[in-house]
């Protein structure tokens, strides 16, 4: 099982804090959520607890540990706030992996607790002395083992940390000779980062096509891909390299066939189905910044989505207006979704012509009539030149963005008038954009599907092994 830790910034640095070197080893536990995907674990950090000095039993340069009492009463929120565990601590200088005092000790404990709770995911961090350098197992109960973590991925109002543990199988990833003018263009840290993270894009013509060709040249760690429709003849006036023959071909598949002669080192993974569907959803919950690219009411479920699981949206729209043969309006916009900024579509405003799609019928049918929201517009004008630019812009803000330059929330481009301009919106109310709301709390947070769907919460499987076999935790899952 691939398997990552997400933080929020502030998060990671109360963590650091906690676990700043002081000359003797010191240690902290943190809370977490999860989101899980076929083949795939996120654990998503939301609470440090710190043990005070009467909390350890002994405190060295080289050795600490923890009195009973506090390992049983964090054990205790755990279970009762229906939450992971990571073991955190830090090492003397020149100590950066976990010693073997730490692989028995820690595998003896994750051990005993998985005997007495089963289910519960519980994962270590080792940070270098500096703080900036780190190592991180997580127990796998399946085969009695600590497994490295692939990777701890920090996200920020203004940009998206990687850490890669020592142990990890892509540690020390390097950009190749082939991005050599890449590399000159955004520094090799910008371009060492991107060939490690997991990107989603969701909508293969146009923009999405454009989008994934970008990130094909960049090399990207992994995409996924969500498009349920085919290549028509209508989308050979702007998506990358499609041609007459591939007419009738699924647009994933030919975007994956694109990614792989660009990259042959990205993985690639292809979704068929609408994004709507709970197999899609979940998968999209584990990468690292996902691209939207629709024409729907799906950007909003996308949205709740990157919100739950942190991770970083950006919405792209791109459009004309045509009115008595005369172009009216010509442009498009990016709109840059980062968990924890108190900010996204659904307290914009921006897309409430799709919240339709998510009421009964007859209460949608009266709305389109009181002219709340909006109806089929059917067929509207686009052309890859247009689409080039407004992809262009959003692949522009999410390298800004990795950087850490920030990103304003929305970039409108207007073509007609020849500018671009920036523009905030803030709504502190929010539920899905609020770290009070749904930021963060990964599978906790229902699935946003239209009204017409329903999804069937999975039972939960998480038992207390000490209250003879009852629920471990009654969570409601998604729905």
């Known amino acids: 099982m691939r398997v990552k830790i997400t933080f929020i910034k502030k998060i990671f640095e109360k963590l650091k804090a906690a676990l700043n070197w002081d000359g003797r080893e010191k240690a902290a536990w943190v809370l977490c959520h999860d989101s899980k995907a076929d083949g795939g674990l996120k654990l998503i950090p939301y609470e440090v607890i710190v043990p005070d000095e009467s909390d350890y039993v002994s405190r060295s340069a080289g050795h600490y540990e923890l009195k009973k009492e506090f390992i049983t009463k964090g054990m205790g929120r755990a279970v009762a706030e229906q939450a992971h565990i990571i073991q955190c601590h830090i090492h003397p200088k020149g100590i950066l992996r976990f010693s073997a005092v730490d692989d028995h000790h820690e595998l003896m404990l994750m051990r005993h607790l998985n005997e007495k709770i089963e289910g519960m995911h519980h994962a270590s961090i080792v940070f270098s002395n500096s703080g900036e350098e780190l190592d991180s197992w997580i127990y796998d109960a399946q085969n009695d083992r600590l497994s490295p973590v692939e990777k701890v991925v920090v996200v ?22 082939d991005l050599d003018r890449t590399v000159m263009a955004l520094g090799a840290p910008t371009v060492e980062k991107l060939g490690r993270l997991d990107f989603g894009v969701i909508g293969a013509s146009g923009l999405g096509g454009t989008m994934i060709d970008f990130l094909a040249r960049d090399r990207i760690r992994s995409i996924s891909i969500c498009d349920k429709d085919t290549i028509d003849e209508s989308n050979l006036n702007r998506m990358p390299w499609a041609t007459a023959t591939d007419i009738g071909r699924k647009k994933t598949e030919f975007n994956a066939e694109v ?47 990157a919100c739950a699981n942190l991770v970083p949206y950006f919405d792209l729209g791109a459009g004309f207006e045509v009115i008595d043969g005369k172009p009216t309006f010509i442009g498009g916009q990016v709109f840059s979704v980062i968990p924890s900024s108190s900010i996204c579509l659904s307290c914009s405003g921006a897309f409430d012509m799709f ?21 089929n517009n059917g067929t509207v004008p686009l052309i890859m030149s247009l689409d080039s630019v407004i992809a262009g812009l959003g692949y522009r803000h999410m390298l800004k963005y990795i950087a850490g330059d920030g990103v304003p929330f929305r970039i409108h481009y207007n073509d007609l008038e020849s500018r671009v301009f920036a523009s905030e919106c803030q709504d502190d109310g929010c539920m899905t954009c609020s770290v009070d709301g749904f930021v963060g709390k990964g599978d906790k947070v229902p699935l946003m599907v239209p009204r017409k769907k329903s999804v069937t919460p999975p039972a939960s499987k998480h038992k207390n092994k000490d209250m003879k076999g009852g629920q471990f935790w009654r969570m409601q899952g998604r729905k």
């Open 156 to 177: 920020g109002k203004d940009k998206l940390d990687v850490h890669i543990p020592t142990g990890a199988e892509s540690e020390g990833s390097k950009a190749g000779e």
């Open 259 to 305: 990614v792989r002669k660009i990259s042959p080192g990205t993985r690639v993974s292809t979704f068929t189905d609408s994004f709507y569907e709970p197999n899609v959803q979940t998968a999209f919950s584990q990468v690292d910044l996902i691209f939207g690219c629709l024409d729907s009411g799906a950007r909003l479920s996308v949205n709740r989505l």
């Open 355 to 375: 919240r339709a799609d998510y009421i009964p019928e007859k209460d949608r049918q009266r709305e389109i009539r009181q002219g709340y929201v909006q109806g």
